[in-house]
């Protein structure tokens, strides 16, 4: 039933399911709540939550909220809604704060088995004992504390007698272990700092190392999929699992999503947001799940593109017109098409009756027949787009210019009859005729006209606010900047271009969010700055692929 083979991890559970070793699968997406989500979350999202649903198993939403100093619920609420928006529902919501009663108590615990010791050097000298690849590390002076000791001092740790970086817990491996991760690594740190949930009730914040695979444990996790850079942690995951005897959750590494052109790091992100490069993380340029929503983005083009993407061992880079592709994809079969002019020039078709007005009957959407038709209106004044007329045409133009016939789409043939200039020469106006018998686009004598373009009634028409996207930066690649400079040397200045269009009256009033292909142009979609007084239109995508290659 499967078009493609199983990757690696549906490989790993449907064994772990035949072989009895797991009844149900467990997964979990754990964002830190410190920013918004991106398309690289969508991917982890598509995967967590794709793999659950597979296999008839569950997936949990946890917000790994462990650092008080950068987290939100401004940014726990934006992750929730993003989750949702793409299609997924969590069996469970869990905080890894909620466990901190636990995993303190787990750390008693491995305190007294001898597994974990307070350290009073500082966070510089633990990190010149620790050594190198080759040079084994330095025993800390207090790594030998008797249990008694270690236990009064974590107690006043947690009551708060020390100032921050004044003591660290840190478990008892090896500090000669070739796993530089396994030199006592530390478990809690101080840091007199609000939680956003927990507020002053805790001054210690344990580690991810430690928090992640007990939280995973807790919830009966039996895959814990995570992003490659994470393997050299799965020996330290393990390990604290095996001293504590708790539910065996197990960790997967795959290759995170990089994308060309994309900068992913939540940390630059936020400084784009605080720095006014962008408006906001909505912005319809940033690689956010609400940046791409507003731009029209639709969730089934992102689970689309999650599933190309396909789920590799190695790291690798993605095309963006890759997802671009799946957006176009998906918009063909659902968008409706309309009318709309964004460079315009007034066409007057001479013949045609004075204040008259007609309607032309015009298809929502060719791919869509359910979609059904619109009327349109049609008059002596219409509007094409400037490109689409040459006064000296090179051999093979099909659109109008002087002397040569075109099809207004839906609507007549015209023949563009005389070209009208200002005083600096340009042209302000073309004077064209119609034929009358030619309505929905074929002529009464069976001569062939080649070309169809798009137009709008003059007086009928709204004026539009578009805005034109193209990626933020003009670097493929923003994870290997040389030395001296910074992503912000490559921000494209042309990366948003607004423009004044003109657009069928249909499109006046029309909802936030609702998606068009405007014909011929793209496809576009309504911003939340849009109004009935003024309309404003994003443009997702542009109907054919014109960079990438
Ligand atoms: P940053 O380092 O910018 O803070 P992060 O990866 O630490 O990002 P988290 O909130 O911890 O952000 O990520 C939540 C989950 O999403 C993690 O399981 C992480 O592996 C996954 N994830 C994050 N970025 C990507 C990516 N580019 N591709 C695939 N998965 C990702
Ligand atoms: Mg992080
Ligand atoms: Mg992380």
């Known amino acids: 039933s499967n078009e493609r083979s199983l990757n690696f991890l549906e490989e790993i559970i449907e064994k772990s399911l035949a072989d009895g070793a797991v009844k149900q699968i467990h997964t979990r997406f754990p964002p830190e709540p410190n920013g918004y989500l991106h398309i690289g ?27 008080p100093v950068k987290e939100d619920v401004e940014y ?21 704060s ?43 002076p207090w790594r030998n504390r008797s249990v008694e000791e270690n236990l009064d001092l974590f107690a006043r740790m947690r009551a708060g007698e020390f100032a921050d970086g004044e003591k660290v817990l840190r478990a008892k491996i090896d500090m000669a272990h070739p796993n530089m991760l396994l030199r006592d690594p530390i478990m809690y740190r101080i840091l007199h700092s609000e939680h956003h949930r927990t507020g002053d009730k805790w001054c210690i914040y344990p580690m991810y190392d430690y928090a992640h695979g007990q939280s995973d444990s807790i919830e009966g996790i039996t895959h814990s999929i995570c992003t490659l850079e994470f393997d050299v942690h799965r020996p330290l995951y393990d390990w604290f699992i095996q001293q504590l005897g708790i539910f065996e959750s197990h960790q997967y590494e795959f290759a995170r999503l990089n994308l060309t052109y994309t900068m992913m790091s939540k940390r630059k992100l936020l400084q784009c947001v605080q720095e006014g490069i962008v408006m906001g993380w909505d912005d319809p340029r940033m690689p956010t799940i609400c940046g791409l929503r507003r731009r029209g983005y639709t969730p089934e083009s992102i689970r689309m593109f999650a599933d190309k993407v396909g789920v590799a061992k190695r790291d690798n880079v993605i095309d963006l017109g890759l997802l671009e592709f799946c957006v176009r994809e998906d918009l063909n079969k659902r968008a409706e098409r309309r009318m709309a002019v964004l460079n315009p020039i007034k066409v007057v078709i001479t013949n045609y009756p004075e204040g008259e007005t007609e309607m032309i009957s015009c298809v929502n959407n060719p791919e869509d027949e359910s979609a059904g038709h619109r009327e349109v209106p049609f008059s002596r004044e219409v509007y094409i787009e400037r490109d689409d007329f040459m006064e000296v045409p090179p051999k093979k133009y099909f659109r109008l210019s002087p002397g040569n016939e075109v099809r207004l789409r839906y609507a007549y043939l015209i023949r563009c009859n005389e070209v009208i200039k200002n005083e600096q020469g340009e042209i302000v106006e073309l004077r064209c005729t119609y034929d009358p018998m030619s309505k929905g686009g074929q002529s009464s004598d069976g001569r062939k006209v080649k070309g169809v373009i798009h137009w709008v009634s003059a007086p009928h028409a709204k004026e539009a606010e578009i805005r034109l996207f193209d990626r933020l930066f003009t670097r493929e690649s923003l994870d290997d900047i040389e030395e001296g400079k910074t992503f912000k040397d490559y921000l494209n200045p042309a990366s948003l271009t607004v423009m ?50």
């Open 98 to 140: 909620d466990y901190f009663e636990q995993l303190y108590d787990w750390a008693v615990e491995l305190i007294r088995k001898g597994k974990a010791y307070v350290d009073d050097q500082s966070q510089e000298e633990i990190r010149l004992n620790r050594g190198t690849v080759t040079v084994p590390g330095k025993e800390s």
């Open 500 to 549: 004044k269009g003109y657009v069928e009256p249909s499109l006046a009033g029309t909802a936030p969010g609702s998606k068009y292909q405007f014909e011929r142009i793209g496809y576009f979609c309504a911003d939340k700055d849009s109004s009935i007084e003024k309309p404003v239109f994003n443009r997702t995508v542009t109907l054919k692929d014109s960079w990438s290659k």
């Open 41 to 67: 979350h969508a991917k982890s999202i598509c995967l967590n939550f794709g793999l659950a649903k597979r296999y008839g198993g569950l997936c949990n939403l946890r917000f790994d909220d462990t650092n």
């Open 76 to 96: 726990v609420d934006s992750i929730k809604e993003d989750v949702n928006w793409l299609g997924f529902q969590w069996a469970e919501e869990h905080y890894a």
